[in-house]
């Protein structure tokens, strides 16, 4: 019987079916992009593992947080994986998935003191946090501090409304914003893991946009 690691291809197995999917070219700028990713919920951990599918050569993945079961329908953790960071449950998901993407894992919470230093790497920003105090502050931030970055932000995925009100609009130059930009948590009291994966999906596929140049939404 093979030993697992036998069955993984080698990195240059893996870009070669990358470059026959997107392009030689593309696959090049996907290969060397840094992408930060800011909270690891039903949000961001379903926007790194399209980001890693895509062979982003990097991610930066900050959340304080630990798994809990009722994260489990939504996002992309295993029931035995309960209890521990996300940062790091996560990183062991995208290393089974894409072997070859560099990560950095933050088991910290990003503020105003900190998100320099954790965001200055990074070629393009993804903002996917629960709360609004969150989400205004890394905006904020990120638009005063880091204006050169890429800001990918999100607003409304929650309840059972039409997958068709997920949109992405570009707000400014850099800065995008994904959802349908009405329905929060507090007033639906409800997040379905289909709507929420459309927002993680509008999100990340804003990112390869950016990478390959196209800045329109």
């Known amino acids: 019987m093979w030993e697992v690691a036998e069955l993984i291809p080698t990195k240059d ?25 800011c909270g690891l919920g039903g949000l961001g951990s379903n926007i790194s593992i399209s980001l890693a599918r895509a ?16 994260n489990l329908h939504r996002q992309q953790y295993k029931a035995s994986q309960i209890g521990r960071y996300k940062a790091d449950a996560l990183s062991e998901n995208l290393k089974e998935i894409a072997p070859y993407t560099e990560l950095e894992a933050h088991n910290v919470k990003i503020t105003e003191n900190n998100a320099v230093r954790l965001l200055k790497e990074a070629d393009i920003i993804c903002e996917a946090f629960d709360v609004a ?31 068709n009100n997920i949109k992405t609009r570009k707000v400014m130059n850099r800065f995008y914003l994904c959802g349908d930009e009405i329905s929060e948590v507090a007033e639906s009291e409800s997040l379905v893991s289909s709507r929420v994966m459309l927002c993680a999906a509008h999100q990340a596929h804003m990112v390869l946009r950016i990478l390959a140049e196209k800045l329109d939404t």
Do not use: C, Y
């Open 13 to 37: 197995e893996m870009i070669k079916a990358l470059e026959e999917r997107q392009g030689k070219k593309l696959q090049e700028k996907f290969s060397a992009a840094t992408v930060a990713v």
């Open 55 to 70: 062979g982003i050569g990097k991610l930066i993945l900050i959340d304080f947080d630990r798994v809990d079961i009722t």
């Open 133 to 163: 105090e969150g989400k205004a502050m890394l905006t904020n931030t990120v638009l005063e501090s880091i204006p050169d970055k890429f800001l990918v932000a999100a607003s409304g995925m929650a309840g059972m409304g039409s997958a």
